[in-house]
């Protein structure tokens, strides 16, 4: 599985954005999709997952009410919709699929990454 985040960039406190990340390359379903983030000098998190179907999602508490997953099957893309954004939303953002049908929305559940997009808030 291939995939491309996009859609990040420099915007105030309070402002939305919307990311997107394209999959190519797979056949069949995938297992689901995850949404993670990297700060400056911190660990990647989790911020967003979600089984390919949708019908289970998980939200960090940082970003809970605030980001949503949906998805447009005809495009093979997944989007992160990113509301009322902060200053602590700051980092590079990642789509990221599982290796297994099973997982937890953490780094190490996923094996197949895509290039970072960053997205900066201003506040």
């Known amino acids: 599985v291939q995939l491309q985040a996009s859609g990040g960039g420099l915007v105030q406190a309070g402002a939305s954005l919307r990311l997107s990340c394209a999959l190519s390359?797979?056949?069949?379903?995938?297992?689901?999709i995850g949404w993670f983030r990297q700060a400056p000098g911190k660990e990647r998190e989790g911020v967003a997952c979600s089984t390919s179907s949708g019908g289970a999602q998980k939200y960090s508490d940082s970003v809970k009410g605030r980001f949503t997953i949906s998805r447009d099957n005809t495009k093979n893309t997944v989007y992160l919709q990113m509301n009322n954004l902060r200053p602590e939303d700051t980092g590079t953002y990642y789509c990221?699929?599982?290796?297994?049908?099973?997982?937890?929305?953490?780094?190490?559940?996923?094996?197949?990454w895509g290039k970072g997009t960053q997205v900066t808030v201003s506040s």
């Open positions: 390359g797979f056949t069949g379903n995938y297992y689901g």
């Open positions: 990221a699929t599982p290796r297994r049908s099973y997982f937890r929305c953490e780094q190490q559940d996923f094996n197949s």
